[in-house]
């Protein structure tokens, strides 16, 4: 049982340039969910999605897509990179709202 | 986006010493968690409160929910040199399922 993991660590990308960062849970849960955490700054919540399928703005969604075209994996987009899109990635999952996120590593990812 | 009022934005302390910190909502929630992040990790949830009033401990942390509904208390005694990290509070208000994070409160512990 991994829990949540996250694929890449660590990413540098050029202003512009599009990737994926991949969230993946093996728990089984229906909630699963994007955050962003910058300096001297909370978490802030990106996009979630409360089963396949389906997915939802956060705070923060501008210049992200995601898809939830599985139950275990969630994915967040960036089509064109920005400097100010440089941050820490986190995906979280959990059960129901009621309960315990789970959260993963962390992406960290750096546009020059 | 909101954000949760989280104070002391930084702590440094002696070890053995007691450690308090809170967070206050301009909004009510129902729920409210403490998690901490140790550099590099994700957080890692400590406490939850589910009920307003409620004292909850887990080893040397007490977590207690305000009666207001509006903030929410962390304390850790005696402190020990692992305690350092980032202890950051959470709200979710209701059927949203969303989080609301406070923006942390920096603790270190010296030897």
New interface residues.
């Given amino acids: 049982n991994a829990g949540v993991t996250q694929t890449p660590k660590f990413r540098v990308l050029k202003t512009g340039q599009s990737m994926t960062l991949l969230c993946a849970q093996d728990m089984n849960h229906e909630y699963m969910y994007w955050y962003r955490q910058d300096p001297g700054m909370g978490l802030r919540l990106i996009h979630y999605s409360v089963g396949e399928g389906t997915t939802a703005k956060g705070e923060v969604p501008d210049g992200y897509n995601v898809s939830r075209l599985k139950k275990q994996n969630f994915l967040l987009g960036l089509e064109s990179a920005a400097p100010s899109q440089t941050s820490v990635y986190f995906c979280a999952s959990r059960t129901r709202p009621q309960e315990t996120q789970y959260f993963g590593p962390g992406t960290r990812l750096l546009v020059l | 986006?909101?954000?949760?009022n989280?104070s002391p934005?930084s702590m440094f302390i002696q070890e053995g010493e007691d450690v308090s910190m809170n967070c206050t909502s301009s909004s009510i929630f129902n729920?409210w968690?403490w998690y901490k992040q140790d550099p590099?990790?994700?957080?890692?949830?400590l406490i939850?409160l589910?009920k307003a009033g409620e004292l909850t401990s887990n080893g040397r942390l007490t977590a207690q929910f305000g009666i207001t509904r509006k903030d929410s208390f962390l304390n850790i005694s005696a402190s020990i040199p692992s305690d350092v990290g980032i202890y950051?509070c959470?709200g979710?208000a209701g059927?949203?399922?969303?989080?609301i994070?406070?923006?942390?409160t920096l603790l270190a512990v010296q030897p």
């Fill in positions: 986006g909101q954000q949760l989280q934005q729920t968690l590099g990790e994700g957080p890692v949830l939850a589910y950051f959470a979710q059927a949203t399922n969303k989080l994070f406070g923006t942390g």
